[in-house]
């Protein structure tokens, strides 16, 4: 009995911290009630959001045809996406998953190839007409950072507008002012170093939408000792 017990308040435990991991954001395109979704791309090609747990059945619906999941597993619940994902009609090709973290990087040289990896599925599907929803767990961060070397490289964005209309207003860092300070914190510290080193390869030249090649990982340089920018808080907030 006191193992039942025990079993059944790691349970609750785990139900709650996951019932709190979903975003303030409204979805901006008509049809996908995922929270924090947005058309990327302006065409309906390249949609943003968080997790779909719930919603798979709208994706498809949009004639979604690639999904791109952006993070790495920590409770099994990537591979309760992608088995969802195959029940709702999505074949093993059209679900892509790269394990990226949003801090504690095994190296920057792996977050930049898997970075580069996730910029390939994308121009690969929108070039054979297909439509990609990539997220990772809220759609805030991994997902912002992707979106905006994404908005880099096909509307010619500058590092800074990437930063502030793309991540920011989407609840990247403190966008979302609901965000725990030790996640702020921690991607503060890794993750925004990472988009800095990544945006200045795009303004560099050395990574373009018609050059994605993970040979620009070799030579990566983050500067961890950098003052690093700060979101105001998104004005699409509400609380």
Same mark, same amino acid.
């Given at each position: ?14 139900? =709650? ?27 309906? =090609? ?5 997790? &779909? ?12 045809? #690639? ?11 990537? #591979? ?34 898997? =970075? ?41 964005? =500058? ?17 979302? &002012?609901?965000? &725990? ?28 939408? #018609? ?7 070799? #030579? ?20």
């Amino acid at each position: 009995m006191k193992n039942l017990i025990v079993l059944l308040s790691v349970l609750l435990l785990t139900v =709650t911290a996951n019932a709190g991991l979903k975003s303030p954001f409204e979805s901006s395109v008509e049809g996908i009630n995922i929270p924090n979704t947005h058309d990327v791309e302006g065409d309906g =090609t390249i949609l943003r959001g968080m997790a &779909p747990f719930g919603h798979i059945n709208e994706l498809v619906a949009a004639d979604v045809t #690639d999904i791109l999941i952006f993070k790495n597993q920590t409770r099994g619940e990537v #591979d309760k996406e992608i088995k969802l994902l195959k029940e709702a009609g999505y074949s093993s090709d059209n679900i892509h998953h790269i394990a990226f973290k949003w801090k504690g990087f095994e190296s920057y040289q792996v977050a930049c190839e898997q =970075t580069i990896e996730a910029l390939q599925i994308m121009k690969r599907v929108w070039e054979k007409g297909g439509k990609t929803f990539f997220h990772c767990t809220v759609g805030e961060d991994r997902t912002g950072y992707l979106a905006g070397l994404w908005r880099m490289m096909s509307a010619g964005w =500058t590092k800074n507008e990437a930063f502030e209309g793309e991540m920011c207003e989407n609840g990247y860092g403190h966008g979302n &002012p609901q965000k &725990p300070w030790k996640v702020y914190g921690a991607i503060r510290k890794d993750l925004t170093p990472l988009y800095i080193a990544m945006a200045g390869l795009v303004e560099q030249g050395s990574l373009s939408y #018609d050059r994605i090649d993970a040979s620009v990982c070799q #030579d990566l340089k983050v500067n961890l000792e950098q003052k690093v920018p700060t979101c105001k808080v998104s004005s699409k907030y509400k609380k």
